[in-house]
């Protein structure tokens, strides 16, 4: 699979095929010239001498101080090595190649100054599997992912460190051993490397694909709890959806009635009403759908945007000192992301207990399973449940509301879009574990009652594949090995 870069046609996809399948990526033809026309129009300001913000001056608050041109590509390395002063975990793998997927498509829209061979350089990387390890805390998004971005940038320069397969080598020997040699930065380059939302954009649009799956998981997961419990089919009528004029409360009505069709068990209770953990999913659950909706544009927008400073426009002779390094679009998705996935974890668990409480669930065993009392059954996977929902409501603070004032006060309101979408796949990677939970206890629930049989079209086919994995338990065991193994089908969308 091969993604050719233009600057303006990358999508989600693109990203996780390259973040996580190691697609092969090149440069259009367009991208190729545009990168071009824009280097020879820095060279030209260099030539000129007159001062242009981050071609020949210093930075941020230093932006007046006036450059020669024999210390440009000194000003350039400067930049890069003074900024990646990054702390904490390095990014994954997944991570990290997102950002550098982000970062070269900016590059390749021919506005930001840098030659050919340092993007190139930025793809090698990316199609040799190497990638930088860059600190996951830092960044202030604005202006951009400048402490990340900057280790990113380090190994394009022969410095900082890389992971290569199994082993982490220095910038120099990466290089080296990909048959590459380092770049010296010329005028504008370092900027253009550091400055913007590469990071934010990169794990956010990572987080947002899984948000997609986490979605569709727990449509499954309800339409299995509903056929545990018996559950009544009215709260998914269309008739319903159609007087609420929300298009992801529909969306969902439709799939869970696509999932149970052809249930005997759908109906069967007593009660008159369910409870709102299942008489709301298309509610709950259509919210999360429409937020997802929203969420795909603004990431769709970031992706093929140009978010460095200052932006070159070669056809006008231009350059134009900007705030599109600013992250507050992505931070606001992002926490508004973390928000939504959140609600699947909450409404989730809410309905796992009722699967697990004698009082709640319609005749079935305590915590599901024989003897309780002698085993305890899943009583203590609904605790981890309740810690990851409690954990996900402290993540699902909003970082957007907050700015910290830097550099002397030239740069004094800021984003903090990293933090959101690092907090965002803490809380994906919580719900995603809670909802292995809740289909675990389904199809316990259903094995209990015998009912494998009386199931629907598409929940009977997820029930197989969970019990190619884990058997029904007669008794306590490990079920951490059972929750793990159905969280392995939800990552791999399996189901």
Do not use: W
């Not at 997609?212 to 009215?234: C, D, K, P």
């Not at 929203?294 to 990431?299: A, G, K, M, P, S």
Request: hydrophobic content about 45%.
């Amino acid at each position: 699979m091969n993604i050719c870069l233009t600057g303006s046609n990358l999508t989600p996809g693109n990203v996780v095929d390259v973040a996580r399948h190691a697609a092969h990526v090149e440069l259009s033809t367009k991208a190729v010239d545009d990168i071009r026309t824009a280097s020879s129009f820095v060279q030209k300001i260099v030539r000129d001498e007159a001062p242009v913000y981050g071609i020949n001056t210093g930075f941020g608050s230093l932006c007046n101080a006036h450059i020669s041109p024999v210390d440009l590509g000194r000003l350039q390395e400067n930049l890069v090595v003074s900024h990646a002063v990054g702390v904490g975990p390095c990014l994954a793998e997944d991570e990290a190649r997102a950002t550098m997927i982000v970062r070269a498509n900016t590059l390749a829209s021919g506005h930001s100054g840098v030659r050919l061979e340092v993007e190139q350089l930025l793809i090698d990387l990316l199609n040799e599997r190497v990638y930088p390890l860059i600190p996951s805390q830092g960044s202030l998004g604005a202006s951009g992912d400048l402490a990340p971005l900057a280790a990113l940038a380090l190994v394009l320069i022969g410095k900082g460190k890389a992971r290569a397969g199994s082993e982490v080598l220095g910038g120099p020997t990466v290089l080296e051993r990909i048959g590459r040699a380092p770049v010296q930065l010329q005028a504008k380059e370092g900027l253009a490397l550091i400055n913007g939302t590469a990071v934010m954009t990169g794990i956010g649009t990572l987080v947002f694909v899984d948000a997609q799956v986490l979605l569709h998981t727990a449509n499954l997961a309800a339409a299995m709890t509903l056929e545990a419990l018996r559950g009544r089919l009215e709260p998914f009528d269309r008739r319903i959806q159609g007087l609420r004029r929300h298009a992801g409360q529909a969306a969902v009505a439709d799939e869970v009635l696509a999932y149970v069709e052809g249930s005997e068990l759908v109906g069967t209770c007593r009660e008159v009403q369910d409870a709102y953990s299942l008489r709301c999913v298309p509610q709950v659950h259509g919210a999360v759908s429409e937020t997802l909706s929203f969420i795909e544009t603004v990431l769709g927008n970031e992706l093929n945007a140009v978010t460095d400073n200052p932006l070159l426009f070669p056809e006008d002779g231009d350059v134009l000192s900007g705030g599109n390094f600013h992250g507050e679009p992505v931070a606001l998705v992002m926490d508004y992301l973390g928000i939504a996935v959140s609600e699947l974890a909450s409404i989730s668990e809410r309905r796992t207990n009722r699967l697990l409480n004698p009082v709640l669930s319609r005749g079935l065993p305590a915590f599901l399973t024989r003897d309780p009392g002698l085993n305890s059954g899943l009583m203590i996977a609904q605790y981890t449940q309740a810690s990851l929902v409690s954990e996900n409501k402290t993540l699902s603070h909003p970082a957007s509301v907050d700015s910290i004032p830097v550099s002397a006060d030239q740069e004094d309101h800021v984003s903090m879009g990293t933090i959101a979408a690092r907090k965002a796949r803490a809380i994906a990677d919580n719900t995603t574990t809670v909802l292995s939970i809740e289909l675990l206890a389904a199809c316990q629930a259903i094995s209990m009652l015998g009912a494998e049989a009386k199931l629907g079209v598409h929940t009977r086919k997820a029930y197989e594949r969970v019990r190619k994995l884990v058997p029904p338990s007669d008794g306590d065991r490990l079920f951490i090995d059972d929750i793990n193994a159905v969280r392995s089908l939800i990552v791999a969308n399996a189901l």
